[in-house]
């Protein structure tokens, strides 16, 4: 059990158009959603985290405007890259958690190109 | 990640042991992890041990926890092509649920 899915897997969009990418958890919960983004080679950053119907708690140097989440469901979260441009080009990963569990459980990864 | 300190890069032949070490600076940590990230997917979560424990087995995966030193471990026994991968090592800080990701080590595993 707890899987999470993405959507979609990958996406290449023009620069100054905007993405959404989904995120579900298809057989559980998530009370909270996390939304990560990894460079090529790199770590995953911690982005934002989201509880269902309150607004997302983002990172310092993470804008809110430019990345809007959205977690209107126990089962849903979406990311949206508005007015996307070439340095929004990452791996964008994001994960779930049930009340007091020790565990998140992730997706398997949007990777988002922008030309 | 720039808390939490992993080597870059592994290299071992295939059956031997590997070990994949971690440092972390939160002594409030509660939870440490470790995840396996394989090319273009996302995250499986190994193992994890809870911060009172010093080791934990399972299979062929052991966790050496020392807090003292803020050292993590992480050991594969009978190495596979199939572990070649890349591993995160993770802490879960306080009370709250936000993790903490290491820097990451390439593993290889060469026949």
């Known amino acids: 059990g707890a899987v999470v899915s993405q959507h979609p897997s990958w996406v290449i969009c023009k620069s100054g158009t905007s993405v959404k990418i989904e995120c579900r958890s298809l057989?559980?919960?998530?009370?909270?959603m996390f939304w990560y983004r990894q460079f090529p080679k790199q770590s995953l950053m911690l982005m934002a985290t989201?509880?269902?119907?309150?607004?997302?708690?983002?990172e310092q140097g993470v804008e809110k405007d430019k990345f809007l989440i959205n977690h209107a469901s126990l089962t849903l979260s979406t990311l949206t890259v508005t007015s996307a441009h070439p340095e929004d080009s990452s791996f964008y990963i994001c994960?779930?958690?049930?009340?007091?569990?020790?565990?998140?459980?992730f997706g398997p990864g949007t990777r988002l190109t922008v030309t | 990640g720039e808390d939490v300190e992993q080597s870059l890069f592994l290299s071992v032949r295939e059956g031997d042991s590997s070990v994949i070490n971690c440092t972390y600076t939160?002594?409030?940590?509660?939870?440490l992890y470790w995840y396996k990230q394989e090319p273009g997917a996302g995250l499986q979560l190994l193992t994890y041990?809870?911060?009172?424990?010093d080791m934990k087995q399972d299979q062929r995966l052991t966790v050496l926890l020392n807090k003292k030193d803020k050292h993590l471990s992480l050991r594969i026994a009978d190495t596979q092509t199939g572990d070649s991968a890349i591993y995160f090592c993770?802490?879960?800080?306080?009370?709250?649920?936000?993790?903490?990701f290491g820097t990451g080590t390439q593993l290889k595993v060469e026949l």
């Open positions: 057989d559980f919960q998530a009370t909270t």
């Open positions: 994960s779930g958690t049930r009340d007091a569990s020790y565990e998140q459980y």
């Open positions: 989201s509880n269902e119907g309150s607004k997302a708690t983002y």
């Open positions: 993770a802490e879960r800080r306080g009370g709250g649920n936000k993790l903490t």
């Open positions: 939160d002594s409030s940590s509660t939870y």
């Open positions: 041990i809870f911060s009172n424990m």
